[in-house]
């Protein structure tokens, strides 16, 4: 039998044991709280108090790659790094009381100042400025934008009192090449210009975060950390050819400046592609160095600027009267160096020359004016118009350069007197050289006008391929007519009085000159400045590239002749670069006369 006296004992330890468990039992379901049913919000809580810490990870921004993927455009990582003098001048006093194992400053410095390019007194001002406006401060800014090896080195000196922060930067390893069309980025990594302001949602990156707790000593709690990863940018894919691209902006540099002309430029078209293999131009930008450029050269003349093409545009009005007017190579008109037009209009030839029976070959080889406007009455003002609109012309080339600028052609029915005539030889008329390169690659290679394409694709982070939406290819004019205009052309480069300058030994070719004048903003044109024009194509025989040489205003040769020597040789290298067989067939000699 249980006494009284031994009931109560037990009593009292079952009431106690059930009060532990009681406890213990609230301990669990708080603790089951806080790290299971509640815990994101708790550890979101944590991240807000003095031992929480946090980290960017940075994205990488997507390159940018020529057509053969060489990088044109790509990212690496800087270090901005600090010191902290109070560190310092606590470790010193441990030194020179031999309780420290690190160097004095005064010889740290020295190697600090050696690998950041610093003199060693600039990195001791530094500290000793910090100092000066706080004896406790901690934060003194060292050097911003160090290379990786500079980190490296300096991670090398092993001392407590320097830190580093890595970002991503952007670098250019060609410098110049394409700069014009690349565009650039700034010190704070957002794109400022051209492609990379354009593509800046196929190329920008996401940046992910880090965050921890730390305990008391610093030391990251393990598994507090939680990451939100980054995703890096794609991969813009351009149909230029950094290799093609860099000669030619040594060769129109050297031109431009040869000449004393103001900027120059060469685009290279693919025909039967329609994509540019090369836009040269000078002056032009460093996107590393984007500053030393002026601003109007930090962006790309060749696809921002207009001007009137001048004779060039007799290649376009010798088209439309083959098509539309039943006009043959060996059609003829009569006219001397200053002929009169309905309306009282004059049209004054370069050249001062008797009445000629000319063909339609031999008013493009003289470069008549006064002979293409004889031969432009064939068809109405209207059909003129409709050809022109037909090759592009005023209606840009939707290439992808941001801000393209589009040629202007009034309507037909706009035209006065002088205007309904000057089109005819390139006045009044204004196109871009984009839009003449696409209009005479549609001339010369069957009739069909290609869209022209700058951009290739934009390959995704998941290696998905985005290639741009461009225009399905448009007939513009016959088959004969373009095998006839190719003929003419061709004869052009034969019998012109620089044929010799632009001959290239074993190839075809051909082309034609543009001498357009320059207004001076209050509707009259500017005395003895002109903007020069030379456009070609190879192999004549079957066209396979167009190229087009332009000088805004040269000075020692004021004529179109300025730009054979450049034509010249970018011709030749755009068919040693594409590896171009010579030709094996010769030309048909077309008369200049009737």
């Not at 919000?41 to 057509?67: C, P």
């Not at 190579?329 to 050249?351: C, I, K």
């Not at 290298?573 to 030309?587: C, D, E």
Request: overall charge negative; some cysteine; glycine content about 10%.
């Amino acid at each position: 039998m249980t006494t009284r006296s031994t009931r109560s004992p037990r009593r009292r330890t079952v009431v106690a044991l059930g009060v532990v468990l009681a406890v213990l039992a609230g301990f669990v379901v708080r603790l089951v709280d806080i790290q299971v049913v509640n815990a994101d919000e708790h550890v979101q809580d944590s991240l807000n108090v003095a031992f929480a810490g946090k980290e960017k990870l940075y994205g990488t921004r997507g390159a940018i790659v020529d057509t053969n993927g060489e990088v044109l455009a790509g990212s690496i990582l800087q270090y901005d790094c600090q010191l902290d003098p109070l560190l310092i001048t606590q470790i010193d006093t441990a030194v020179l009381e031999k309780k420290s194992k690190y160097r004095l400053w005064a010889d740290v410095s020295n190697d600090v100042a050696e690998i950041t390019g610093q003199t060693p007194e600039e990195v001791r001002q530094i500290v000793g400025d910090a100092l000066a406006q706080d004896s406790a401060t901690q934060y003194a800014p060292l050097k911003k934008g160090l290379s990786t090896e500079q980190f490296r080195a300096l991670a090398d000196l092993k001392v407590p009192y320097l830190h580093c922060q890595e970002h991503p930067a952007r670098t250019y390893p060609d410098g110049a090449v394409a700069g014009n069309l690349i565009g650039f980025v700034g010190t704070d990594g957002q794109p400022l210009e051209s492609l990379e302001k354009a593509q800046n949602a196929c190329l920008a990156a996401s940046d992910g975060e880090l965050t921890y707790e730390r305990g008391k000593d610093g030391v990251v709690i393990p598994g507090t950390e939680k990451e939100t990863p980054a995703t890096d940018g794609g991969t813009l894919q351009l149909t230029i050819n950094r290799d093609l691209q860099w000669y030619l902006q040594q060769l129109i540099a050297e031109q431009t400046q040869n000449m004393a002309a103001q900027r120059g430029a060469i685009l290279v078209y693919e025909v039967k592609t329609g994509k540019v293999r090369a836009a040269a131009e000078y002056p032009t930008v460093d996107p590393n160095n984007f500053a030393a450029a002026a601003v109007g050269d930090r962006t790309s003349s060749i696809f921002l600027h207009e001007f009137e093409p001048g004779s060039t545009f007799k290649g376009l009005t010798a088209a439309t009267v083959i098509d539309a007017g039943g006009q043959t190579p060996e059609s003829t008109v009569t006219a001397s160096g200053l002929e009169n037009f309905p309306g009282g209009v004059r049209v004054r030839d370069s050249f001062q020359h008797p009445a000629y029976d000319y063909t339609l070959t031999g008013v493009l080889i003289d470069s008549s004016n006064a002979g293409i406007s004889k031969f432009s009455e064939k068809v109405d003002k209207q059909t003129r118009y409709d050809y022109f609109k037909r090759f592009g012309i005023g209606e840009g080339t939707d290439s992808g350069y941001p801000g393209e600028q589009d040629g202007l052609i009034y309507p037909a029915d706009e035209w006065g007197a002088q205007t309904t005539y000057n089109t005819a030889f390139g006045q009044g008329v204004t196109t871009t050289m984009p839009e003449l390169a696409r209009a005479y690659g549609a001339i010369v290679d069957g009739g069909v006008r290609m869209p022209l394409q700058i951009i290739e694709s934009c390959t995704k982070p998941d290696g998905t391929v985005v290639k741009p939406e461009v225009a399905e290819p448009e007939r513009v004019i016959s088959e004969s007519t373009s095998a006839q205009m190719r003929e003419m052309l061709e004869n052009v480069f034969l019998q012109a009085n620089y044929a010799k300058a632009v001959e290239i030994p074993g190839y075809r070719i051909g082309g034609k000159t543009g001498t357009g004048e320059k207004s001076d903003g209050n509707g009259h044109y500017k005395q003895g400045v002109y903007y020069t024009t030379m456009v070609g194509f190879a192999p004549a025989d079957d066209p396979e590239y167009v190229v087009v040489v332009t000088l805004d205003e040269p000075t020692k040769v004021t004529s179109s002749a300025a730009n054979a020597t450049a034509f010249q040789k970018a011709m030749t290298q755009v068919l040693k670069t594409y590896r171009i067989m010579p030709s094996t067939t010769s030309p048909v000699l077309l008369p200049k006369f009737g």
